[in-house]
């Protein structure tokens, strides 16, 4: 009477896509762990103390990623060649502030005008700055442009009145390792899948029935001579009334809850040997090398 509408609860449960997202979770979670361990391994290696770069074009240099941390006594010979084959602008600068101005050749001065210094501007001994360049004299007129070189590839001699086996104090470069640092690596544990879903369905359902009968009759007579002739009839009536009303309701409320914990995890042990295999190494050869 009230017609087949009922849900499949049933069905209603198994179209939740538990399957995809299990699979989703367990993809986005491998994914994130790449990146987790791709940057452990990029925080390790700026921690060695060499950086990997990369431009454009696949071309692989190295930076060197180590700290200034204390001082070191450097004969003043073997601070000069370490400037001249070092690309480093910051340890070339402090070896020229160790060395002291009037020591080495050229000597550094920033050009004040603002056009491209010329070769005429130039004296024998010194070298000009102009705009993040190191502009030297070179073989052309005294009116041509002076030849631009980067910092890093800027080089020095020393002068001949200055004793090469004298020390100077230079800033010391040690890597986070050295200093007792170690990259920290993260792992997910204890992923949580939890599927909530509640179904509510209602169906009320009402008949109302009622009926009413009406009887009508009626007679006549007729005379015919000497006695009547009477007749007679009657109608009966039926009123049906009938009522009907259905309610219907259905609600389904689903929710989901996804989730992971990251937790850090000890380096691996290898690490940890490979390091301080990498540490001794480092100082016999600073041994070896005084």
């Known amino acids: 009477m009230f017609g087949n509408r009922r849900p499949r609860i049933g069905q ?9 997202m299990i699979r989703q979770m367990a993809f986005a979670i491998a994914e994130a ?11 390790a290696e700026m921690m060695g103390g060499l950086r990997t770069i ?9 930076e060197d990623s180590r700290v200034f941390f204390g001082n070191e006594l450097v004969q ?34 920033v050009h004040t005008d603002q056009e491209i210094p010329k070769n005429e501007d130039i004296s024998t001994d010194e070298a000009l700055t102009y705009n ?18 980067s910092f890093a590839s800027f080089q020095i001699a020393l002068k001949g009145s200055i004793n090469p086996s004298n020390e100077i104090s230079l800033p010391r470069r040690i890597s986070m390792m050295e200093l007792g640092f170690t990259p920290t690596f993260y792992q997910f544990v204890d992923t949580i899948i939890e599927v909530k879903i509640s179904i509510k369905y209602t169906q009320e359902g009402e008949i109302g029935y009622s009926r009413t009968t009406n009887n009508r009759s009626s007679s006549a007579s007729l005379g015919i001579g000497f006695g009547r002739i009477k007749g007679g009839r009657s109608v009966q009536t039926s009123q049906v009334n009938a009522t009907y009303s259905q309610k219907y309701s259905y609600s389904a409320e689903g929710s989901s809850l996804l989730r992971t ?26 041994e070896n090398s005084n």
């Open 54 to 62: 990369t431009d454009d074009l696949g071309n692989v240099t190295f």
């Open 261 to 286: 914990k990251l937790v850090p995890i000890p380096p691996p042990a290898v690490l940890e040997q490979r390091i301080q295999m990498m540490l001794e190494q480092e100082i016999i050869d600073q």
């Open 132 to 149: 993040g360049m190191i502009y030297i004299k070179n073989e052309g007129g005294t009116s041509d442009p002076a030849t631009a070189i």
């Open 33 to 43: 762990q790449i990146q987790l361990d791709q940057n452990s391994i990029d925080v």
């Open 12 to 20: 209603e449960l198994l179209d939740v896509p538990m399957g995809d």
């Open 76 to 109: 003043i010979n073997t601070a000069i060649a370490l400037h001249n084959s070092s690309e480093d602008v910051l340890l070339k600068n402090e070896i020229r502030k160790a060395l002291g101005e009037g020591n080495y050749t050229p000597n550094l001065e």
